[in-house]
């Protein structure tokens, strides 16, 4: 047998491993050496001190001034609004949130005077419409809300209550309402479709209304064989969209688009 006859093995390994692979571990190498160097040049030498973040910076924390003075002291002054204020919408919200740091207003005893939002604009940062918004959240739009009016000539700020119940739906649901109004539902009344008890106008997001559950709500009205108006569109509900309920494929409020 020649030398030239035999193959080295682990040659012939070698040369079948793909050009990509030959290169990962030159790779590896580098990935590990530069964050050997980045772990030493790099990384802070109190970094991991007491967990996964820099031991100095506990110091650093505390040697901030202190600027939020927390909810619970005012109550030591302002029991009465407090009380008011945990009966109400805002109740968790922290009264730093509008009247800004404390921390001064406390150390100086009530000297130091806090901030008393009651311009039009401090409302607005979270109750002006947002598409985004939570369906139910009270939203308003300034430019056509009362303008130019503050927001305490009508509501209480520690006691949101609307100075009198909503009695129609557009006045939350403006969206909708808007909606709506160029739809083929447009003369349906949300009562309709809506069972909402009384409580929801005041509690909204308590008291949610109900929304249909099968389909033959919708076909109450558009089934053939109902006894909707003539005018109204049929549809034969044993074919179209079955095991669907209606509005899983329609909206409502706009049924047209689907």
């Excluded at 007491?50 to 100095?56: L, W």
């Excluded at 009198?164 to 479709?193: F, G, L």
Aim: aromatic share 8%.
């Amino acid at each position: 047998m020649k030398m030239d006859d035999y193959i080295d093995p682990a040659r012939s390994f070698w040369a079948r491993i793909p050009e990509q692979l030959k290169r990962l571990p030159i790779l590896a190498i580098v990935v590990i050496g530069g964050l050997i160097v980045f772990r030493m040049y790099v990384v802070p030498e109190d970094f991991g001190e007491y967990g996964h973040y820099r031991g100095s910076a506990l110091g650093e924390a505390a040697e901030l001034d202190i600027k939020y003075a927390g909810h619970q002291v005012c109550v030591e002054c302002h029991d009465d609004v407090v009380d008011l204020k945990a009966g109400g919408y805002h109740k968790n919200l922290s009264c730093e949130v509008c009247h800004g740091p404390a921390a001064m207003h406390v150390a100086e005893e009530g000297d130091y005077e806090l901030l008393a939002p009651r311009e039009r604009g401090g409302c607005p940062m979270c109750h002006e419409y947002l598409p985004s918004r939570p369906t139910g959240f009270p939203q308003i739009i300034s430019a056509s809300h009362n303008p130019i009016k503050p927001c305490i000539k009508c509501h209480d700020a520690h006691d949101p209550v609307p100075p009198s119940t909503p009695s129609e739906c557009q006045a939350c649901h403006a969206t909708i309402a808007r909606t709506k109004a160029v739809s083929a539902h447009v003369y349906v009344p949300c009562i309709r479709c809506h069972e909402a008890p009384e409580e929801h106008k005041v509690n909204p997001r308590r008291f949610l209304p109900s929304r249909p559950a099968s389909r033959d709500f919708c076909g109450e009205c558009h089934d053939p064989a109902g006894p909707g108006d003539s005018d109204i569109k049929k549809i034969d509900m044993t074919k179209h969209g079955e095991g669907y309920v209606c509005w899983q494929c329609h909206y409502p409020h706009l049924p047209e688009v689907h």
